[in-house]
């Protein structure tokens, strides 16, 4: 079996320990990231955003030392210049209008194009890259995969709050993102010949200048040869990033495995998978999604057992069968969002949710 490399990039809010709003103070940090994590840190759009990017990780466990270190390291940076970092898929009261933008000439040029959609688009992810053999069997490795994204991101729903509303979703930040272009579930494509049509297409007529400008749920990388996981909430704890990316690359390595039997996981039109993804956001872990095969709704408990006892027979040879496992430690304790929604139920305080956000953040590494 090949490797599936992973590398895994977490998207984190810098806050104000005093009033616990956002405080647009990010380029401190990259700057004093860069020292030590060099190319690892960067900018987003928003100066309350910073991304941190493991390196290239040969197993689930290089994966878990990289972002364990990544978020100690951010997290030390940050009180250095009296900041905390918070992990979660939106800020449970800040107001994008008061948030700097990032001098940056790419950043403009977005804003100049979508203006507020871009503006307004102040959201925490977590992307994950697996690495594939070739675009070919990317490509159809996708078309599978695209059926278990909506159990995926119902793990990691971790967004119940915008601008000091309680949304009633459990993953509000894929309804702010779904304002931008080319967003959500991607198409069925038969080759990656005809993705590449598709791509070069929009670049000819000026839509996109590159394929980064394909913000799909997941992708074919332009650039890497990977296949990158878009679609999650940056969850709060290190065990839950690890346990995500583990089953992402548990799936990638069980559809190829079908694949070098001459077997395959029937694909299904997104319009069909587009009914599960608004389930996983309005209802999180807690609701039901659709087995398409039975015709019939189904608890998201049972749904994602049924994934776990799907990839049973390829985490052994990842050496992942904890970090997979932790899923049912999320079933149990219920997945950010949830966690949040108990805290501010208990306590009717929407700072007393950052801090228990900005607690969980570090989590497991300090």
Not at 154 to 178: E, H, I, Q
Request: with cysteine; net charge negative.
């Amino acid at each position: 079996m090949p490797e599936f490399t992973l590398g895994i990039e977490e998207e984190f809010q810098t806050i104000d320990p005093e009033t616990r709003e956002l405080r647009s103070h990010m380029s401190k940090l990259v700057e004093g990231g860069k020292i030590i994590l060099q190319e690892r840190v960067k900018a987003e759009m928003h100066q309350a955003v910073v991304e941190v990017g493991t390196n290239i990780c040969h197993n689930i466990h290089e994966a878990r030392q990289e972002v364990t270190y990544l978020r100690q390291e951010i997290i030390e940076l940050a009180e250095k210049q009296n900041l905390k970092v918070a992990a979660a898929g939106t800020h449970p009261f800040s107001d994008w209008q008061s948030q700097l933008i990032t001098p940056n000439e790419r950043y403009d040029r977005l804003i100049e194009e979508m203006r507020d959609v871009a503006r307004s688009n102040l959201i925490f992810g977590l992307h994950v890259h697996v690495g594939i053999q070739s675009r070919n069997e990317g490509i159809q490795i996708m078309n599978a995969v695209r059926y278990f994204l909506p159990h995926i991101y119902a793990l990691s729903t971790s967004s119940p709050f915008w601008r000091g509303r309680n949304t009633g979703f459990k993953s509000y930040r894929s309804k702010v993102f779904d304002k931008f272009p080319r967003t959500g579930i991607p198409d069925f494509f038969a080759s990656a010949a005809e993705y590449d049509e598709y791509i070069n297409l929009l670049v000819k007529t000026g839509c996109i200048d590159n394929g980064k400008k394909i913000w799909w749920d997941i992708r074919l990388h332009p650039f890497f040869d990977t296949i990158e996981f878009r679609i999650c909430d940056v969850p709060m704890r290190v065990d839950e990033t690890i346990c995500l990316a583990a089953i992402m690359q548990a799936l990638v390595a069980k559809i190829h495995k079908l694949m070098g039997q001459n077997l395959n996981f029937r694909p299904y039109r997104r319009i069909l998978i587009n009914e599960n993804k608004w389930r996983a956001a309005r209802y999180g872990i807690e609701g039901k999604l659709i087995d398409f095969g039975k015709q019939e709704e189904v608890p998201t408990h049972q749904l994602i057992h049924e994934l776990l006892a799907f990839i049973d027979d390829v985490v052994d040879e990842l050496g992942s069968r904890a970090e997979c496992e932790y899923v049912l430690k999320i079933l149990e304790m219920g997945t950010g969002a949830d966690r949040q929604l108990a805290v501010f139920q208990e306590t009717g305080d929407l700072k007393q949710v950052v801090d228990y956000i900005v607690s969980e953040t570090s989590y497991g590494i300090r």
